[in-house]
Nanobody, 120 residues
């Protein structure tokens, strides 16, 4: 089994910063893509940022220049550094990680989510 534990959410004022982390543990052979999604109240879940095993990154247009995703392969963690936060960034943030539990088998795992609220 694989577990994902997110941390770092909370309340922040507009213009502020937060750092989210997601740690994977359990029966991990290797990890492929690591991503952050978010879901605002009443809206569909959307991709925020992703990083491949090779370190290539991609971002939603709405967060480009403000958010930075990174990963630590030795610790099986992915981090989302969020800056210049806006009220519209308010959402539950989820990490999604593709984990190989064997050399020839892998699937996506989701964290339980962490709430980010941007408000004055």
């Amino acid at each position: 089994q694989v577990q994902l534990v997110e941390s770092g959410g909370g309340l922040v004022q507009p213009g502020g910063s937060l750092r989210l982390s997601c740690a994977a543990s359990g029966s991990i052979f290797s990890i492929n893509d690591m991503e952050w999604y978010r879901q605002a109240s009443g809206k569909q879940r959307e991709l925020v940022a992703g990083v491949t095993s090779g370190g290539s990154t991609n971002y939603a247009d709405s967060v480009k220049g403000r958010f930075t995703i990174s990963r630590d392969n030795a610790k099986n963690t992915v981090t989302l550094q969020m800056s210049i936060l806006k009220p519209e960034d308010t959402a539950v943030y989820y990490c999604k990680v593709f984990v190989f539990t064997r050399a020839n088998y892998g699937r996506n795992y989701w964290g339980k989510g962490t709430l980010v609220t941007v408000s004055s």
